[in-house]
């Protein structure tokens, strides 16, 4: 088959950053999850020299094999490189030569389109069951609604888009929360995101280049249209766009589209302009759960937090792994092992509430706060209550029920009004809230308690 532009882009950096690599093996040495890999056995000069090959030929050692494949994320490779290069994005491209070499084209183009379609359903039924009209026009979700920002942006461009990704749209509460936070800091923004500006990444990790590509590519143009450029919540889609997909079509035209900013950086550049508007205290005692793959955000979100008054950061002294918590779905022992540290640490150190940065993380640990003596919150969360907003956590609330006929079933009124089919919402709600639970619940359902900033 005939590479596309985008294709040849993203082969020739590999290249580029093969010829600089000198495989001295420092991003293995850092790299922390070579023990729960398998690879710590083998020397880190011939497991980088194996990645090497695997990005050439397809083909490499059981050991670069095993290290591309548990890679998640986390990005101490970056760091460790003392070429300045990024074997982050060569372990992907490693990751998709072994689907090439394994995977026939049709079946990984299959397998990437019913990837995507997994996620547009979660993301489009569970917001719809969340969400008043209202609400998904303010996200985005509308076409209506996308129709008339598209032609008010023609008009005059905001000072920046609001890239949500798709799976924050599961949990929207947090994604309000951001957008009232920018309300409160007087900047002017459009919201994209959900499968309508899908980043790519579902097709990559299929490894169907073209059609990630061509995703991408398309998300790129429409995104272009800040005069300050992008924030991007999701660390998943601000990897793929910073890491592969920028860098291809600076390549491909010899400049950049424009530059992406986490929203957590976003707010730390702003941090003298919010600081006056956390007035509430939130009194609790808190720890923040950790991934620090996209540099700067763990830091971040801890000096954020303890601008807020009331609150009293704990460190519970747990490996910081990963780019969000999916990432760590390559090696699904060492996630769990992990997660259970991490609630155990926290129980014993008495907090009052367990603080997740990322929407995956809330996801996935949510549910745990009807079996342990603390809250699970969103930092948004704390910082909506401090400035005197928020929006009910209704993902949390669902979830804790453990039970998709009393979900369904609580949400009937809004099912019925968008026409959705509850035996479809059913099976969106098994596969995309209750099945995403890497470690077991344990004891009976409780309700959550409320969190507010006002006593």
């Known amino acids: 088959?005939?590479?596309?532009?985008?294709?040849?882009?993203?082969?020739?950096?590999?290249?580029?950053?093969?010829?600089?690599?000198?495989?001295?093996?420092?991003?293995?040495?850092?790299?922390?999850?070579?023990?729960?890999?398998?690879?710590?056995?083998?020397?880190?000069?011939?497991?980088?020299?194996?990645?090497?090959?695997?990005?050439?030929?397809?083909?490499?050692?059981?050991?670069?094999?095993?290290?591309?494949?548990?890679?998640?994320?986390?990005?101490?490779?970056?760091?460790?490189?003392?070429?300045?290069?990024?074997?982050?994005?060569?372990?992907?491209?490693?990751?998709?030569?072994?689907?090439?070499?394994?995977?026939?084209?049709?079946?990984?183009?299959?397998?990437?389109?019913?990837?995507?379609?997994?996620?547009?359903?979660g993301v489009n039924i569970l917001a719809r069951m969340q969400l008043s009209d209202h609400e998904l026009a303010r996200l985005g979700q509308l076409v209506a609604a996308r129709l008339e920002a598209?032609?008010?942006?023609?008009?005059?461009?905001?000072?920046?888009?609001?890239?949500?990704?798709?799976?924050?749209?599961?949990?929207?509460?947090?994604?309000?929360?951001?957008?009232?936070?920018?309300?409160?800091?007087?900047?002017?923004?459009?919201?994209?995101?959900?499968?309508?500006?899908?980043?790519?990444?579902?097709?990559?990790?299929?490894?169907?280049?073209?059609?990630?590509?061509?995703?991408?590519?398309?998300?790129?143009?429409?995104?272009?249209?800040?005069?300050?450029?992008?924030?991007?919540?999701?660390?998943?889609?601000?990897?793929?766009?910073?890491?592969?997909?920028?860098?291809?079509?600076?390549?491909?035209?010899?400049?950049?589209?424009?530059?992406?900013?986490?929203?957590?950086?976003?707010?730390?550049?702003?941090?003298?302009?919010?600081?006056?508007?956390?007035?509430?205290?939130?009194?609790?005692?808190?720890?923040?759960h950790k991934h620090p793959g996209i540099k700067g955000v763990v830091e971040a979100a801890t000096a954020l937090l303890a601008m807020v008054p009331g609150i009293e950061l704990v460190d519970l002294a747990q490996p910081a792994v990963g780019l969000m918590s999916n990432s760590l779905n390559a090696l699904p022992e060492y996630k769990r092992s992990l997660q259970k540290a991490e609630l155990e640490a926290a129980a014993a150190a008495g907090i009052d509430a367990l603080v997740a940065v990322y929407h995956v993380d809330h996801r996935e640990l949510c549910a745990h706060e009807r079996d342990w003596p603390f809250r699970i919150v969103n930092i948004l969360d704390i910082v909506g209550a401090s400035m005197g907003f928020g929006h009910a956590d209704h993902f949390k609330r669902l979830k804790m029920m453990q039970d998709a006929e009393l979900i369904v079933a609580e949400c009937k009124a809004m099912l019925a009004a968008r026409n959705i089919d509850t035996a479809r919402a059913r099976e969106i709600v098994v596969k995309a809230m209750l099945d995403e639970q890497p470690l077991p619940l344990r004891g009976r359902p409780a309700e959550p308690t409320r969190l507010t900033g006002s006593d």
Not at 15 to 23: L, N, S, V
Not at 173 to 193: E, F, N, P, S
């Open 1 to 121: 088959m005939v590479e596309t532009a985008f294709e040849s882009a993203l082969s020739a950096r590999a290249a580029d950053m093969i010829d600089a690599c000198t495989r001295c093996g420092k991003c293995v040495e850092a790299c922390p999850v070579t023990v729960p890999a398998g690879v710590e056995t083998t020397a880190p000069k011939e497991v980088m020299a194996g990645v090497i090959d695997l990005v050439r030929t397809g083909s490499g050692p059981a050991a670069a094999q095993a290290w591309a494949q548990g890679c998640v994320l986390t990005g101490d490779c970056i760091a460790a490189c003392p070429e300045g290069l990024n074997p982050r994005f060569l372990l992907a491209m490693a990751r998709v030569a072994i689907a090439k070499r394994d995977v026939a084209p049709r079946e990984r183009r299959r397998t990437g389109v019913e990837n995507f379609r997994a996620v547009a359903d």
């Open 150 to 288: 598209a032609s008010a942006a023609t008009a005059e461009r905001p000072d920046f888009v609001f890239y949500t990704g798709c799976n924050v749209l599961k949990t929207p509460h947090i994604a309000l929360t951001a957008l009232d936070i920018m309300d409160a800091l007087g900047v002017t923004y459009r919201v994209m995101g959900g499968p309508a500006h899908c980043c790519g990444i579902i097709q990559l990790r299929a490894g169907d280049t073209e059609v990630s590509g061509r995703q991408a590519l398309s998300s790129l143009a429409k995104l272009a249209e800040a005069k300050r450029g992008v924030i991007s919540w999701c660390a998943s889609c601000h990897q793929q766009f910073t890491e592969t997909t920028i860098p291809a079509v600076e390549r491909m035209t010899g400049a950049r589209p424009f530059e992406m900013t986490p929203f957590m950086l976003f707010l730390r550049s702003r941090f003298e302009q919010l600081r006056p508007l956390l007035k509430h205290p939130v009194p609790l005692r808190v720890a923040l």
